[in-house]
């Protein structure tokens, strides 16, 4: 019997794991990977310093390959946005070394590991969540933090009365394919990602190129799970990797998987259960990036735990400070990444010219994009006559949706700031976002399925 079982060793798993057992609690940490793969995900790998201040864990030299000092972004006619992150660098990560780092530091501080044991669900009594059936046994805890990630075999097993979300729909998914390349010439900027949208080829999400040393690329590209999707491997190879960047280059890793881009559950507890990382949907859902978001909302979910348990309590009332956390203060990530989510739903609506207008005409300007994606305020830069030119070019519709967009982004981040300080308000609030996202949906309909 455990204080607290966190299932899934991950960033967000191993980050939990680590925060209880400083804490001195008896933590078992289990995944199904064998211990030396564990952190070992196909991503692209980049990684903002503002989730690691938010952290506080010193992240050594060896498990990052490079420093990113800003974004370039490319729109479909080639019009160029660059972007620097002097503010909010970036770094590249060597995944797995990252990962086992976060998994040494977990062990270190008297975490018990159980590698290779493949989680089914999750053991209800009672109404409580009690610890995970796992392929060779039941694992106890007073409290299990679900960090298993996107397809969790612990959340969509809850049962309803729980009070949280079981299911993520595919609309709401990226599937993503990347590569680690191995290219001929040395990189022009490897400071820069490099960013590619054009939704009539990469439907809903993107092109990423992202250097990671002066030979090696991640390249990758991630589309919107809707009707006809086309596979992102071979979209990548007949577009993407024939740039001359790739002539004569060698993959080193491949493989493809899906990332949550929907807006965080609307409630990430229940009784004797807590949810993050991806598990949770905390995923930016306009970059697809999620690797800071688990690590947070790990250290964030079991100082909660711990300080529940300290009271002897486990219900869902006593770890409702975690979902305030996340939604009723100014940079928690659940507000910050619900606004960001109608952001993402109306850009996976625009077409290529849209986009083509939207950057040429620098509607958002490129300094306001990191005010957009840190703190999910967007703002609009419309000068006097805009009006009369977009109607002159026949993209007034455009300019009409996004002053649309700004003020629904505005009216959800009130709504999260208001979040119920109880589980009590809970259904009602639920009932008024659900329905902000259902208007918002028949508004902005994915291009790729007009
Ligand atoms: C192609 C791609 C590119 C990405 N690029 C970036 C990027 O550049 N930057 C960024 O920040 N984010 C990126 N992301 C997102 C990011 O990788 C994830 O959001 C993040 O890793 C989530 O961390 P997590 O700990 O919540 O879950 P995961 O990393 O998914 O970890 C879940 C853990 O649970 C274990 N597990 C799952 N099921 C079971 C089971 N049944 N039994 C036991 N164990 C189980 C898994 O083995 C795994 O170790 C990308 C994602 C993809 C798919």
Redesign the pocket.
């Known amino acids: 019997m455990y204080d607290i079982v966190v299932?899934?060793?991950?960033?967000?798993?191993?980050v939990a794991a680590y925060t209880a057992a400083k804490r001195g609690f008896k933590v078992c940490l289990?995944?199904?990977?064998p211990k030396e793969k564990?952190?070992n995900?196909?991503?692209?790998?980049?990684?903002?310093y503002h989730h690691l201040e938010k952290i506080n864990l010193p992240i050594p030299e060896k498990v990052k390959t490079n420093e990113i000092e800003g974004i370039i972004i490319y729109s479909p006619s080639g019009h160029k946005w660059e972007v620097h992150t002097k503010r909010h660098k970036g770094i590249m990560l060597d995944r797995l070394a990252f990962g086992q780092y976060l998994l040494k530091t977990a062990i270190e501080n008297g975490v018990e590991l159980r590698d290779k044991?493949?989680?089914?669900g999750p053991i209800i009594k009672n109404g409580f969540v009690r610890g995970v059936a796992?392929i060779s046994g039941k694992i106890y805890g007073d409290v299990v933090i679900d960090?298993?990630?996107?397809?969790?075999?612990v959340r969509s097993n809850l049962p309803k009365n729980l009070g949280i979300e079981t299911e993520i729909e595919d609309k709401d998914v990226n599937f993503?394919?990347?590569e680690i390349r191995k290219v001929k010439n040395r990189l022009g900027n490897e400071k820069f990602c490099e960013i590619y949208l054009e939704p009539s080829k990469f439907p809903g999400g993107y092109v990423?190129i992202?250097p990671q040393g002066k030979r090696i690329v991640?390249v990758?590209l991630?589309v919107q799970k809707v009707k006809g999707y086309p596979h992102p491997k071979e979209r990548l190879y007949s577009t993407m990797l024939k740039m001359e960047l790739f002539n004569g280059s060698k993959a080193i890793e491949k493989g493809?998987?899906?990332?949550?881009t929907r807006r965080p559950l609307p409630s990430l507890v229940g009784n004797g259960i807590l949810i993050?990382?991806?598990?949770g949907s905390?995923?930016d859902p306009v970059?697809?990036?999620?690797?800071?978001?688990?690590m947070v909302t790990?250290k964030l979910a079991a100082n909660v735990a711990c300080n529940a348990l300290e009271n002897g309590k486990k219900d869902r009332e006593s770890l409702w400070t975690y979902n305030l956390a996340l939604y009723k203060q100014e940079d928690g990530y659940g507000q910050k990444y619900t606004v960001l989510d109608a952001f993402r739903i109306f850009l996976q609506s625009i077409t290529p010219k849209d986009i083509d207008y939207g950057m040429q005409h620098e509607i958002i300007k490129e300094r306001d994009l990191i005010t957009l994606t840190t703190q999910g305020e967007l703002k609009l830069n419309i000068r006097e006559g805009v009006e009369r030119f977009f109607r002159g070019i026949g993209r007034l519709s455009l300019l009409k949706n996004l002053v649309y967009l700004k003020s629904v982004m505005e009216e959800i981040r009130n709504h999260c700031l208001n979040y119920p300080e109880s589980p009590d308000g809970f259904d009602e609030w639920k009932k008024k976002i659900d329905a902000m996202f259902l208007e918002l949906e028949k508004r902005f309909v994915p291009y790729s399925s007009k």
């Open positions: 299932a899934g060793a991950g960033s967000a798993g191993c289990i995944d199904a990977k564990i952190g995900k196909i991503c692209g790998n980049a990684l903002a044991s493949v989680i089914n796992t960090a298993t990630g996107l397809k969790s075999p993503a394919y990347r990423w992202f991640n990758g991630g493809g998987m899906d990332v949550s993050v990382g991806e598990a905390f995923v970059t697809g990036g999620g690797n800071g978001q688990a790990g």
